[in-house]
Each structure stands twice: as C-alpha cells, then as structure tokens.
C-alpha cells in the first residue's frame, strides 16, 4: 500500500457490524471485531460502535479484549421529538456512560459519543447545557442533523433558494463555538430515502470546513468509489470521494465571495460524483485526483495535507463491515 493511502486509511473505519444491513448478533459482532483488531489490516480500524443502552451487554465479552484491550467504543445517543426530550436523553446517556465506566475502569474506553439533534435548528441554552454535561465526562461529541433539506446546483450564489444556509448554517455555527463538537453526516441507509444527494454531501463537507468544524460519518460508505447500488435502486456514496472531497476541501483558500464558494462546492461536488476509479490514484507522496475536463486538469494533494485533514477534519466513518472495504480496495490494485 502505498504512503499516501495509508495515511488517509489510518484509524478510518468504526465498526459498526450491530447495525443494519450486518445487523449481527453481538457476540458475532464482537468476534469479528476482535479479529479486525489481529488482523494485518488493523490500523484502518477504530472504535467500536454501540448504542448508550446496551453497554452492559458487553459485559461477558470483556475478558476477550484482556491481550488487546482496553474496548474502544464511540457510543450513540441523543434523539427525541423537541430540546427538552434531547437534553433529558443526553443526560440518560451520559449516566449510562458514566456507571459502565466505574464499573469496568480501564478496560474500556468510552471517549466518543455520537448525538442525533432532536431539530436543525436547537436553541443555543439547549446546545450549551449538552455540551457543558458531555465535556465535564470526557466525551467528544459529533451532533446529527435530524433532517437535511435538500440543495439546489445553485447553492452558494446569490440566487441560492435553497434553506441550506438558513437552517444549517447557524447550528454548525453555534456547534463549532462549543468545546469539543463535531457534525456526524448520514451518507445512506438500508432505503433509497436514506442517501443524501451529491449536494448535501458537498454542501456539509464544504460548510464544516469553512467554519473549521470536524466530521465524522456514517452508513453508506460501504465501498471506496460512488457506484449504483441496485438493491436500494440508488447510487451509494465511496468513501475515498467522500474523504477525499473533505482533504480536498481543506486545500481550497476561504471563499471570499459567492463565487469563489460556489466554485468551491462544484469541484467538491464531481469528486463525490466520480464513478470512475481510474481518476483517483495514489503514491507514496501524494494522493491525486483528475477531473476529467477539457484541460486535463489534477489536483495533486500531498500526505502532509491528507495526515492534517484527517487528524483534525475529516476523523472516521462506521460501517458494518470492516471486509468490504479491503476487498474492493484490493480489487483496486491499491491494497
């Protein structure tokens, strides 16, 4: 493998096999979990994810992790129908968390949770008092928007009529002032309903760097590049376009007009979009993307720029399998 992949694959996968469509049993879950960690392809792999009210299931499986450990876990969390069901939810969470790990001290490590919003647009007083309770226990947070609406080609023009910079915008802005936050972005689903659209990818990926807030993702990212999927009758978005747009992004300048922005999200745009695998590749120095115009133009991105995105921006996705991403990546030539 060369240099360059490595460093965007280092730490990249959350394993998430308790969740659809694996939907495995959790002692199979587990096991495989622990034969990711052995395995040579281990330093792709990160935490593991489960939801704040089955930790005390992990309790049998502990003695497992004794020559590997501690267990890694990025826990879920949040939801409810309005601010004060949230709140209520993040301090259930938060308790949960709390008593599984003075029951279990150092053989698990819970610094991670992942939090669905109850709206898009929660109340600052709502988001702060969260944000007080998760980082006075030592959880990083990444918060989900409950829906995202939808986004025109137009997006960041002066013509834009899309509610994108009305209903998302300020949330992340107030998310971004808060200590320790992050936006976690839904990339598909086991329904069509599920996939976000180019767009929305483009238009997230684009605002959190902006704004200078990390991401981590979710669901979809099954596979390296963006194809059609005819189980769900949908094109399913590739990890390598998704990560790659997000490093890609962190290269650009600040927009400092509608144009530049909008110039920014059209790019950001047909990297998520690009079918052919051909047009990424990479070297010990460098990954590289080409466009595929008329002027054969590349954008060369050099693995000091990847290792800084990734630390800092674009942090992990979970998926259900921690196979299939090897596999397609070996069916690349790139493994």
């Not at 998430?16 to 049993?25: I, K």
């Not at 281990?42 to 004794?66: A, G, Q, V, W, Y």
């Not at 969390?77 to 004060?84: A, I, P, Y």
């Not at 299939?324 to 069916?331: E, S």
Request: glycine share 6%; charged share 25%.
């Amino acid at each position: 493998m060369k240099e360059s992949l490595r460093t965007f694959m280092d730490g990249l996968i959350d394993y998430a096999g308790l969740f659809p469509p694996a939907d495995l049993p959790l002692n199979e879950a587990i096991s495989q979990y622990i034969s990711h960690i052995k395995s040579d392809n281990s330093k792709m792999l990160s935490r593991f994810i489960i939801h704040s009210s089955k930790l005390n299931n992990l309790d049998e499986f502990l003695p497992l992790f004794t020559n590997v450990g501690p267990l890694r876990l990025s826990v879920l969390g949040g939801g409810g129908n309005n601010d004060d069901e949230y709140l209520n939810k993040i301090k259930q969470n938060i308790t949960n968390i709390s008593k599984y790990r003075e029951k279990h001290g150092n053989k698990i490590e819970i610094d991670v949770i992942e939090c669905k919003m109850a709206t898009n647009t929660p109340s600052k007083n709502t988001m702060e008092k969260a944000t007080v309770l998760l980082n006075e226990n030592g959880l990083i947070h990444y918060h989900e928007f409950a829906k995202l609406p939808p986004v025109g080609m137009n997006y960041s023009t002066e013509i834009d009529d899309s509610s994108w910079d009305k209903e998302i915008l300020p949330t992340i802005k107030l998310l971004s002032n808060l200590d320790n936050a992050g936006i976690k972005l839904r990339c598909g689903g086991i329904v069509k309903e599920a996939f976000p659209s180019v767009e929305q990818v483009a238009a997230m990926i684009q605002t959190c760097v902006i704004i200078d807030i990390p991401m981590k993702f979710t669901a979809g990212l099954h596979h390296p590049i963006r194809h059609f999927a005819e189980e769900y009758d949908e094109f399913m978005h590739g990890f390598i376009n998704t990560f790659g747009a997000g490093i890609f992004a962190t290269t650009f300048p600040k927009p400092e007009n509608s144009q530049e922005k909008y110039n920014m999200f059209i790019l950001l745009s047909h990297m998520i979009d690009d079918q052919n695998a051909e047009n990424f590749s990479f070297t010990d120095d460098s990954m590289i993307w080409k466009v595929e115009d008329d002027r054969d133009t590349q954008f060369v991105i050099d693995v000091e720029k990847i290792e800084n995105a990734r630390k800092k921006g674009m942090i992990s996705y979970g998926s259900c399998s921690f196979q299939d991403p090897i596999h397609d990546l070996t069916q690349l030539g790139w493994m």
